[in-house]
Nanobody, 113 residues
Framework: QVQLVESGGGLVQPGGSLRLSCAAS????????MGWYRQAPGNERELVAT???????NYADSVKGRFTISRDNAKKTVYLQMNSLKPEDTAVYYC???????WGQGTQVTVSA
């Protein structure tokens, strides 16, 4: 059974940092593009960042320069380093195996003073 398990969410003050992790029990993980998405209350789920098997990254304009996606294929884990967090970054963050139906359960990130 495929599982994507996120961790690392929490409450942080504006300007702070968090690092999300997603551990994947996926076969051929190293060949799969992976992504982070987020959904705020009342909003649709939106792309945050993706990373290909070769390490090419793509970011939403709203997070460019602040967030960094990375992966460790040996650990079958994808990360999202979030710096300079803003209140508008508050959302549930989901890990996704791009092109598949596999999603994590989500982890809450709240940015508030």
């Amino acid at each position: 059974q495929v599982q994507l398990v996120e961790s690392g969410g929490g409450l942080v003050q504006p300007g702070g940092s968090l690092r999300l992790s997603c551990a994947a029990s996926l076969s051929i993980f190293s060949l799969r593009p992976m992504g982070w998405y987020r959904q705020a209350p009342g909003n649709e789920r939106e792309l945050v960042a993706t990373i290909t098997s070769g390490g090419t990254t793509n970011y939403a304009d709203s997070v460019k320069g602040r967030f960094t996606i990375s992966r460790d294929n040996a650990k079958k884990t994808v990360y999202l380093q979030m710096n300079s967090l803003k209140p508008e970054d508050t959302a549930v963050y989901y890990c996704h195996a791009v092109g598949s139906n596999y999603w994590g359960q989500g982890t809450q990130v709240t940015v508030s003073a």
